[in-house]
């Protein structure tokens, strides 16, 4: 068969060689084969050699990939394709974010693939991702951006400032939900289980204490330098505790002190909400008897200072104080720091320091001469058996005049009795003596003799209070044209406000009368007293043109009367009386007080209880005069309008009751944003308990910052009635509103 096989492969080349002609078309393709039959298998081939991964070994997985700065931590690393194993003999270490330290010497090998690493976080450890590695004998593994460390705190909120002497006030957040803040206070509301870490220059008080947020107020002292702070606090009992870290939570800065100069006040406006002002006065050397007041007539506003001494060191506070006196020998520095905690700003105040030393004037003959009007300050009780004598000689036109005394901190608790004599030293008579029902006092004298010489002498009560410092004005006072009856009334024109007028006997009346016209229907009209003496106690009334018909009157517990009373729908020229009176409440002195009397248009434009139909107003925002909630379901809806140009600030709402006698109302605040009144989104978190999304109703009035402000256009504040509205505790239907962009 071979030979044949060959044989025609040879004949067939050999005709294929012979004469060429053209070659012809390729001929149609002819049908499929049939299927040949399977072959055999092959024969298996031996195993080859193991092979190697080429992208060799790797760290797969941090678990968990993310704790809280300045706490302890155990972290899972899961590895591919290693070796790990735990033999001393190898050099074996593990890195993470710059801050946090690795037990090397603990590390648990639980596996070639997986390793259990104790770590602690500083609690200054800058927040942020960062890389893992591994190194085993030389060779790193490293899991790039794998690690992240955050805080357990935010804040929410800002007031204040962070300056040199300043105080601010922050809203702070719990992100540890699994940690809830130790909420303990004791009796006089503090927070034992809340220490605060230390901070350079900075102290820390809680304020408010709820299980996911708190209320920290900071005081910066003088000399703190200016950077950056972290903030942080151990939560907690005994055995509980939990820390808490937040690292550059914020800044704190360098301000010069505005130096005060003797007798010489400074007057300026309080700019910001909750802003501070820091002064300084170096007093000259030797024996001074040093004095700081404020002043202002803002009548919404609570302004006062806080006096610290060369250290500028809040832990050294002084005193706090409107005014303030101290003995002091040396030429060492006092700092006064101005604060108004109420919220309100944009008046003016004036601070001045006086360095007075005190005369000897211990008996009738050494008296001090007085000439009225006259404030001496640096005045001292420096025992319990110390006297201060003074004397006043009245001109030929001062016949029936009244001599008016008061003495005024000084130390707040000193507690002083002023009495003026007549007659000759040493054994003058007895003419007039203040009534000593409070620490400083206040006395209106019958009508003095012209030219005759008058004693005054202060002393100790005898209730042995411990204050030594106080200061003594003395004025020379002539009783107003006032009518004495709703007959014979003292007509006055709107807005009025005059000199003092004095009520010189518990049946002393003033009356007085003022006229509205048809155009003032629906006016708020406001009449209140001021000082005068701040210890005087008056009752403010209002009647109708009858005399007997009473329509409004102030309480009778507070020193000075205020009230207001909404005009009805007048068809004509209309008169009202006013009746001011003594109060019974047992407040000190006869009464020397001014009377304020004016008409305001409503701050309030009703119908403004829904979000369709929002009373709309200009920001900065300040009522002039009281809105009302006149019911439990009473709502009233302000719509303010945010520019491009303000994203990013929080609406201020701060309502208060502030000149508002018997007005105790409880309000709670909310503000929304939406495109349509449908579709409105509340700022913060959901849980009003904690003064989120709304503030807090338990609180009677609010001091309430939004969250941020994320785009421009229309927001409202609605103010509604809070938990205990109307109640006993809270009673009041009229509140003040003010709101601001910050």
């Not at 005081?219 to 820390?243: C, K, Q, Y």
């Not at 009007?373 to 000689?393: A, E, I, M, R, Y």
């Not at 709402?653 to 509340?682: E, I, K, R």
Request: charged share 15%; proline share 6%; hydrophobic share 40%.
């Amino acid at each position: 068969m071979r030979r044949v096989g060959i044989a025609f492969l040879v004949i067939a080349m050999l005709a294929l060689a012979g004469c060429k002609g053209e070659q012809g078309d390729t001929g149609p393709a002819g049908p499929e084969g049939a299927t040949g039959a399977t072959g055999t298998t092959g024969v298996t081939g031996a195993t080859g050699p193991t092979g190697t991964f080429e992208g060799g070994s790797s760290i797969s997985a941090v678990v968990p990939d993310a704790v809280f700065v300045g706490r302890d931590h155990w972290v899972t690393i899961a590895g591919f394709n290693t070796t790990w194993v735990s033999d001393p003999s190898v050099n074996f270490q593990v890195t993470f974010c710059p801050g946090v330290t690795v037990d090397q010497a603990n590390i648990i090998v639980a596996s070639p693939t997986a390793l259990v690493v104790p770590i602690t976080v500083s609690s200054s450890a800058a927040l942020g991702t960062c890389d893992v590695t591994v190194v085993t004998d030389g060779e790193p593994l490293t899991y790039a951006d794998a690690f992240e460390l955050r805080s357990p705190l935010a804040i929410t909120g800002y007031a204040g400032d962070l300056a040199s002497g300043g105080i601010g006030i922050l809203w702070v957040q719990n992100l540890d939900f699994d940690n809830p803040f130790e909420t303990t206070a004791d009796s006089a509301g503090n927070y034992p289980f809340i220490e605060f870490a230390a901070m350079p220059g900075v102290s820390a008080i809680a304020l408010d204490v709820q299980p996911f947020s708190m209320v920290v107020e900071l005081l910066v002292d003088v000399p703190a330098a200016a950077g950056v702070r972290n903030f942080g606090f151990i939560s907690g009992a005994t055995g509980f505790e939990v820390p808490f870290a937040l690292p550059g939570a914020f800044p704190v800065t360098a301000r010069t002190a505005t130096a005060l100069v003797s007798g010489t006040p400074i007057t300026a406006t309080y700019a910001g909400a909750m802003d501070t002002y820091l002064y300084v006065y170096t007093p000259p050397a030797g024996d001074n008897k040093l004095s700081f007041s404020i002043t202002y007539t803002e009548p919404l506003a609570e302004a006062f200072f806080a006096v610290l001494p060369s250290s500028g060191k809040w832990d050294d506070v002084i005193d706090y104080a409107t005014n303030w006196a101290w003995w002091t020998n040396g030429t060492s520095p006092y700092y006064m720091i101005v604060w108004d905690s109420s919220g309100t700003d944009g008046y003016s105040y004036t601070v001045r320091a006086d360095n007075d030393l005190e005369t000897t004037n211990t008996t009738c003959a050494t008296a001090t001469p007085l000439t009225p009007p006259t404030t001496v300050v640096g005045q001292s009780l420096d025992s319990s058996t110390d006297v201060d004598w003074f004397k006043v000689t009245t001109g030929a036109g001062d016949a029936g005049k009244f001599m008016r005394l008061r003495t005024n901190p000084g130390d707040a608790q000193t507690d002083t009795v002023i009495e003026v004599f007549t007659g000759a030293c040493p054994s003058p008579t007895s003419f007039a003596v203040s009534e000593d029902l409070a620490y400083h006092d206040s006395l209106l004298t019958p009508a003095v003799a012209a030219a005759t010489t008058y004693y005054i002498q202060v002393y100790n009560s005898t209730f042995g209070y411990s204050g030594a410092g106080y200061s003594l004005e003395v004025t020379l006072e002539s009783e107003p044209s006032t009518g004495n009856t709703c007959a014979a009334p003292q007509v006055v024109t709107l807005p009025y406000a005059p000199t003092a007028t004095s009520l010189t006997d518990a049946g002393d009346q003033d009356w007085f009368q003022f006229a509205a016209a048809a155009g003032d229907s629906g006016k708020v009209f406001q009449a209140r007293t001021t000082p005068g003496d701040p210890y005087a106690n008056t009752i403010v009334t209002l009647y109708a043109a009858d005399c007997t018909t009473q329509l409004a009157t102030s309480s009778t517990t507070s020193a000075h009367g205020t009230l207001s009373y909404t005009l009805p729908t007048l068809s004509a020229t209309t008169n009202y009386n006013v009746r001011i009176t003594k109060g019974t409440a047992g407040l000190q002195g006869d009464v020397l007080y001014i009377p304020e009397f004016k008409l305001m248009t409503p701050a309030e434009v009703e119908p403004n209880d829904t979000c369709a139909a929002p009373q709309a107003i200009t920001l900065p925002y300040t009522s002039a005069t009281p809105f009302s909630l006149s019911s439990d379901t009473d709502t009233d809806w302000l719509k303010v309008t945010v520019a491009a140009a303000d994203v990013g600030k929080r609406l201020h709402v701060v309502t208060s009751v502030t000149g508002l006698t018997g007005q105790d109302t409880d309000t709670a605040v909310q503000v929304w944003h939406g495109h349509t009144c449908t579709t409105l989104n509340s700022f913060g978190y959901l849980d009003a308990q904690y003064d989120s999304w709304a503030s807090e109703p338990t609180s009677y009035q609010e001091d309430f910052f939004s969250n941020s402000l994320y785009e421009a256009g229309d927001y409202y504040v609605q103010i509604t009635p809070g938990y205990s509205y109307g109640t006993s505790d809270a009673p009041g239907t009229q509140y003040y509103l003010k709101i601001t962009l910050e």
